[in-house]
């Protein structure tokens, strides 16, 4: 719930987390005058530490008033003066300094590691890089309420990883992020969190986990049209993860790939995806799943376009399993 600001004389509570916490003085005030000023003191040479020194006295008085709107825009203008003198060490103490002081609000922290999460990408190299979201994931660690900016500053340490060649430091990374709970996050990045954690799994041969990672997903979610390429990313990843272990599952993941719009409109990409799932339906073991599958495919009108492959459809339903395979074994020999 917004916090309500003062009115007249009357201190009117603020809320966070639920909880009713009282604003016992407020520090607008303060904010607008000191804030700009410590900015520019900041600029002249001897006086920066002078300017962190009367934030930080600002930002107490603040904090012990419960003022979480103004103790935010403390936290998130002294980032803002540490950022612009480049003083990435000095930024990873202070964002751990802060966030340990007693009693400070949630809200000041949301604001202080999204402000520092803009940052990420202005670090002068891969070191500073490092430390500095490593500095942020630690203050966000158990703290449900940045648990979407950690997860993304998780990602971009997995993409550094995966590029320095460390796969599997990569995965385990991105592993540990329990992204299905999280219940903030857009459904779109939530999936697109769990595909990367599939396609790492994947990377690093582990198809027990990429099994488990992936039932995390509902494929009623790609039935918007709007998700068309993440569906495409997933089926991609659940065809390399079963395409040696289960044909017939492999067949039907074909299938669901010709019934997206981009495939659907390229001829011959739906026509190499219809021979694909007719291939590894006919490579099937024979039981009852198969035959189901088998009569599914030779009702289906777009095998029209593949009319080799619908023969072999064709045949495989009508025929006898031990006469399919010498017609089979004949057709081979003389193609």
């Not at 003191?41 to 008033?65: P, T, V, W």
Request: proline share 2%.
């Amino acid at each position: 719930m917004p916090e309500k600001m003062e009115t007249d004389n009357t201190i009117i509570p603020t809320y966070e987390g639920g909880r009713i916490v009282k604003m016992e003085v407020d520090y607008s005030s303060a904010c607008d005058e000191t804030i700009p000023k410590c900015k520019e003191m900041a600029k002249i040479e001897g006086k920066f530490n002078e300017a962190l020194d009367q934030l930080m006295s600002l930002e107490k008085q603040a904090r012990i008033g419960s003022d979480m709107v103004s103790s935010s825009r403390v936290l998130v203008a002294i980032v803002q003066i540490i950022f612009a003198a480049r003083k990435w060490n000095l930024l990873n103490e202070y964002i751990a300094i802060l966030v340990k002081k007693r009693s400070q609000s949630k809200q000041a922290i949301v604001k202080m590691v999204q402000e520092c999460a803009t940052y990420v990408d202005q670090t002068p190299d891969k070191e500073t890089k490092i430390k500095f979201i490593e500095a942020l994931r630690t203050v966000s660690e158990g703290k449900i309420y940045v648990e979407n900016e950690r997860a993304r500053l998780t990602k971009i340490l997995s993409d550094i990883k995966e590029q320095d060649g460390d796969v599997l430091g990569a995965a385990t990374i991105m592993e540990a992020l329990q992204i299905e709970t999280y219940g903030t996050m857009d459904k779109r990045e939530k999936v697109e969190f769990i595909l990367e954690q599939m396609r790492l799994c994947l990377a690093k041969q582990d198809l027990v986990r990429t099994q488990i990672i992936s039932k995390k997903i509902s494929t009623k979610f790609f039935q918007d049209p709007v998700h068309q390429d993440l569906k495409l990313k997933y089926y991609d990843l659940m065809i390399m993860m079963d395409k040696d272990e289960s044909y017939l599952k492999t067949s039907r993941y074909y299938l669901a790939v010709v019934d997206t719009e981009t495939v659907a409109n390229d001829a011959d990409k739906r026509k190499e995806m219809l021979v694909n799932a007719v291939l590894y339906c006919l490579l099937a073991p024979h039981d009852n799943e198969q035959v189901d599958m088998m009569n599914n495919l030779h009702k289906n009108k777009l095998l029209e376009e593949i009319p080799i492959y619908r023969t072999f459809v064709l045949l495989r339903v009508t025929t006898h399993k031990s006469l399919w395979f010498v017609w089979l074994s004949f057709w081979i020999s003389t193609n």
